[in-house]
């Protein structure tokens, strides 16, 4: 597990199984701390095929923060892995729902943390890793 720390911002990775990370995202997603989550997940993506951002206690997010999340989905795609968004707040949702990112990434809601198939809000992504119920 590593973590990284800015003032607003509070990122942690941890392997959750073999080709699977989990990156956490805890306060706000701006200009200001965009350089810390991009580091995250790139390490995220080096180490595993399939990541995921765990966004449950993210309370801000800008639009350089959502450049930051399709620049992690292109990423994914280009090296055939996944990225998901799992459990946003609601004002990160409706930013994203805003801009239109909620119909290109995967976001998943519950179940995708813990045992047992979660729930896509969108995206056939997402569907492909709720199926493997990997935590």
């Known amino acids: 597990m590593s973590t990284c720390v800015q003032a607003l911002l509070a990122?942690?990775?941890?392997?959750?199984?073999?080709?699977?990370?989990?990156?956490?995202?805890?306060?706000?997603i701006d200009l200001a701390t965009g350089a810390w989550l991009t580091d995250a997940l790139r390490r995220a993506q080096a180490r595993a095929q399939r990541v995921v951002l765990d966004l449950s206690a993210a309370t801000f997010i800008d639009a350089g923060g959502v450049r930051i999340l399709l620049a992690a989905?292109?990423?994914?795609?280009?090296?055939?892995?996944?990225?998901?968004?799992?459990?946003?707040?609601?004002?990160v949702e409706r930013v994203l729902q805003l801009v239109g990112a909620d119909r290109v990434l995967a976001i998943l809601r519950s179940g995708i943390l813990s045992p047992?198939?979660?729930?896509?809000?969108?995206?056939?992504?997402?569907?492909?890793?709720?199926?493997?119920?990997?935590?």
């Open 11 to 28: 990122c942690k990775c941890h392997s959750v199984a073999l080709g699977y990370e989990r990156v956490s995202a805890v306060g706000e």
């Open 73 to 91: 989905d292109t990423h994914a795609r280009a090296a055939s892995g996944t990225f998901a968004i799992a459990y946003p707040t609601s004002p």
């Open 116 to 135: 047992g198939p979660a729930t896509p809000i969108r995206s056939t992504a997402a569907s492909a890793i709720a199926r493997t119920a990997w935590l």
